[in-house]
C-alpha cells in the first residue's frame, strides 16, 4: 500500500504571498491531520478533517485553513505569508479517528 | 491540560550501547493513547508503536522495547545494542480519546546519535 504522499517537497515564497499545499492520505483512509513543525515551537497540531468534515483545529490564525476533498485527499491554504510560516508541514493520515497516524514526507516552506 | 515531556534534548551513545529515552505525559482523561515516532533527517516521522491507556503490557520488538507505567504517567523506550542507523529524533505523543479531539501532542524530542 502506498504512503502518505505530499506535494511539493519544497517551496520558496516571498512575504505576503499564499500558498496550497496538498496531501493524499493511504488509501482507505479517511482522516486526515496536519502539523507544522518548527525549531522553536516543535510540532504543533493545525487541524484535522474526517469526511470532509473539519472535526478539530488547533491554535492558529485564520491565515491557516484547510479542506477534504470526497476522496479524501486534502489541502491546506496559508494566506498572507510571513516569515515565522516557514516550517515543514507534516500531513498524516488515519483509518479512523482513533487510530495511529501515518505521516508523509511533508512539505519544506521557506517564506523569505 | 495535555503535555508530553521528554527532558533529554540530545543524546549521544557508542555503538552497542543500550539507550533509554524518557517520556512523562500529563492528561486528565482516562482514555488515551501514547505514540513513539522516529524522524531521520528526511523529515517523515516514522511510527514505532501504539499503547492504549488500559494496556500497561510492556513490548519488546526486537532492538526496541518500551516501558509504560501509569502510575509515573511514564512511557518510556529502549533501544538495546544501538546502531548508527538508529541515529534520528524520536518523538513521544499523547493522543486523548474521551475528550473526543484525538489530535496528537507531541513532545520537544530527542535527538539520538549513535557513533561508530
Partial sequence: KAGVTQTPRYLIKTRGQQVTL???PISGHRSVSWYQQTPGQGLQFLFEYFSETQRNKGNFPGRFSGRQFSNSRSEMNVSTLELGDSALYLCASSSGRRETQYFGPGT???VL | AQKVTQAQTEISVVEKEDVTLDCVYETR???YYLFWYKQP???E???L?????FDEQNEISGRYSWNFQKSTSSFNFTITASQ????AVYFCALSEATSGTYKYIFGTG???KVLA
Fill in chain 1, 22 to 24: 496538498s496531501c493524499s
Fill in chain 1, 108 to 110: 519544506r516552506l521557506l
Fill in chain 2, 29 to 31: 482523561d482516562t482514555t
Fill in chain 2, 41 to 43: 533527517p528526511s523529515g
Fill in chain 2, 45 to 47: 516521522l516514522v511510527f
Fill in chain 2, 49 to 53: 508503536i501504539r499503547r492504549n491507556s
Fill in chain 2, 84 to 87: 548508527v542507523v538508529d541515529s
Fill in chain 2, 110 to 112: 530527542t535527538r539520538l
